[in-house]
């Protein structure tokens, strides 16, 4: 199975700042790779897919890049409901599996 | 609205088995590939089992493979998963999620999961 892993595992950062979490495949997954965003006690939600398309309905603020093995996920002006963990997902072959997840707090 | 709606979870002792089921409303249910995750609560996020539009094809991660049982009737607008010979490591909330329609096996929609225990 392919290995997905993710830096930082946590963080804290204030509204405003630029924020880039980073994951990283064990083996090449081309850019077949897809972001979620979850909040305590709630549903993982999607926010990217295919490594850089924005699910519609999904502000504009968070934006992806990457291909290969190496992805990040941005916020570029971090609000105070971007509280969360976010978990990247590799879909390129069976057993799909997920990073460990960043958490991510509001200073 | 996309609904999807878990049942089905609670206490099985080792051994014992369980069937999960997810209601769907709000899509057409037949045009997509249906997702199984599952969450330890606390930690991270496991995809279990997909199955496609018409049933024809199937995947399991490796841990359940003889165990686990994706199915659908897309008469009833539901995906189920059969669970068998649980043990402590199948303790979770179990979700179920719709796959997208660019991207068949990207989950989407997320329904609120149903909790299985697995304890003596």
């Known amino acids: 199975a392919i290995r997905m892993t993710q830096s930082p595992s946590s963080f804290s950062a204030s509204t405003g700042d630029r924020v880039t979490i980073t994951c990283r495949a064990s083996?090449?997954?081309?850019?077949?790779l897809a972001w979620y965003q979850q909040k305590p006690g709630k549903a993982p939600e999607l926010l990217i897919y295919?490594?850089?398309t924005l699910q519609p309905g999904v502000t504009s603020r968070f934006s992806g890049s990457g291909s290969g093995t190496d992805f990040a996920l941005t916020i570029s002006s971090l609000q105070s409901e971007d509280f969360g963990t976010y978990f990247c997902q590799q879909y390129y072959s069976y057993p799909f599996t997920f990073g460990p997840g960043t958490k991510v707090d509001i200073k | 609205d996309v609904q999807l709606v878990e049942s089905g979870g609670g206490l099985v002792q080792p051994g014992g088995s369980l069937r999960l089921s997810c209601a769907a409303s709000?899509?057409?249910?037949?045009?997509?590939?249906m997702n199984w995750v599952r969450q330890v609560p606390g930690k991270g996020l496991e995809w279990v089992a997909n199955i496609k539009e018409d049933g024809g094809e199937k995947y399991y991660v490796d841990s359940v493979k003889g165990r686990f049982t994706i199915s659908r009737d897309n008469a009833k607008n539901s995906v189920y998963l059969q669970m068998n010979s649980l043990g402590a490591d199948d303790t979770a909330v179990y979700h179920c999620?719709?796959?997208?329609?660019?991207?068949?096996?990207?989950?989407?929609?997320w329904g609120q999961g149903t909790l299985v225990t697995v304890s003596s």
């Open positions: 709000g899509f057409r249910f037949s045009g997509y590939w």
């Open positions: 999620a719709r796959g997208g329609s660019i991207v068949a096996v990207v989950s989407i929609d």
């Open positions: 083996q090449g997954i081309s850019n077949y």
């Open positions: 295919d490594a850089s």
